[in-house]
């Protein structure tokens, strides 16, 4: 989905999640080092994760518009025209209107 047909609260969404993801990153020591950032914080980074991405499923379900994939159950049922089971009209000679009136 392009960013133009986002709504404001999904770019935010988006944004919220590169910018911790870019804390995350940068803040990462190497193998052997301390972490900077404390347990407590590091719990609330996944917890703000986890809240972004409760939302955006939220979002998507709620979306009229979103894709429907190969795998998904579809919720219309195809019936092939030549399968409906139901008789076709006999056509009738032209001038006759289907009344036997003389």
């Not at 804390?23 to 990462?28: A, C, L, M």
């Amino acid at each position: 989905m392009s960013e133009d047909n986002l709504t404001k609260e999904q770019r935010i969404l988006r944004v919220m999640r590169k910018v911790l993801s870019s804390i995350v990153k940068d803040t990462t020591p190497k193998p052997g080092m301390l972490h900077p950032l404390s347990d407590q914080t590091i719990e609330d980074i996944k917890g703000c994760f986890a809240l972004i991405s409760v939302r955006e499923a939220e979002l998507y379900n709620e979306s009229p518009l979103r894709p429907v994939f190969a795998d998904e159950p579809r919720t219309a049922t195809v019936i092939p025209l030549g399968q409906t089971g139901l008789k076709k009209k006999r056509p009738q000679p032209e001038g006759d209107d289907g009344n036997d009136a003389a």
